[in-house]
């Protein structure tokens, strides 16, 4: 190199060679701060993403200890539902199985499957799934004779009474503890005899009885 390039020559070509050096690193650690930026961006998206998207999921309310307030948001379930359940749950101590909820005043099959998606699971499952996807018969079900299905009031259970209009759970219990002390019903008009029971309920569940 001293033989072909000046003193003043070999400064400049080192300098230039030094500069380009200087220029490849800083180009590479802009390269690589790109790349971890990208990667810290994404982490955080992804992180929102995974927030907003668990914000969306139904909250899982256990039944056995959500207090009246957070009952009462639940979907078909308002205040004096909630409170209901709340009294419910402390005489009974608490539900061993969701299909209890049936039992309370205004709470059907149609709102236990409104409510299975927002409710801990309690008590078997199957069971629990099995007995909403059940077809209950009612006074609405329309038979293929244009006639409607109707409850025998001397053998039907609790549960199905209820369905009758104008008979919650205290009027069916009540009915089912007439029978108990006085016998089978001998005509759909005796049912007038139980506490509760007058005409004007008579007449809504006539034509849906039979003894």
Do not use: C, W
Not at 1 to 29: A, Q, S
Not at 152 to 181: C, F, H, M, T, V
Not at 185 to 192: P, S
Request: proline share 3%.
């Amino acid at each position: 190199m001293n033989k072909y390039f000046t003193p003043d020559e070999r400064n400049i070509i080192i300098l230039m060679v030094v500069f380009l050096v200087i220029g490849l690193v800083v180009l590479n650690v802009k390269n690589i701060s790109s790349v971890l930026d990208a990667d810290s961006t994404s982490t955080v998206q992804d992180s929102i993403k995974k927030v907003v998207e668990k914000s969306h999921e139904p909250m899982m309310i256990n039944i056995n200890i959500a207090d009246i307030e957070t009952l009462a948001e639940l979907p078909g379930i308002g205040p004096a539902k909630a409170q209901a359940i709340f009294e419910y749950r402390t005489q009974q101590e608490s539900l061993s199985s969701l299909i209890e909820l049936v039992n309370i005043k205004g709470i059907g099959k149609k709102t236990l499957a409104k409510l299975l998606p927002y409710l801990k699971m309690i008590g078997d499952s199957a069971e629990v799934y099995t007995f909403v996807a059940e077809e209950t018969p009612t006074k609405d079900i329309t038979l293929t004779t244009g006639e409607t299905e109707k409850i025998n009031i001397n053998s039907a259970p609790i549960e199905q009474l209820q369905n009758l209009k104008g008979i919650g759970q205290k009027k069916a219990q009540a009915i089912i503890d007439y029978r108990n002390e006085q016998g089978s019903f001998e005509t759909i008009e005796e049912i007038m005899n139980v506490k509760g029971i007058g005409q004007g309920i008579f007449d809504k569940i006539k034509n849906s009885i039979e003894v």
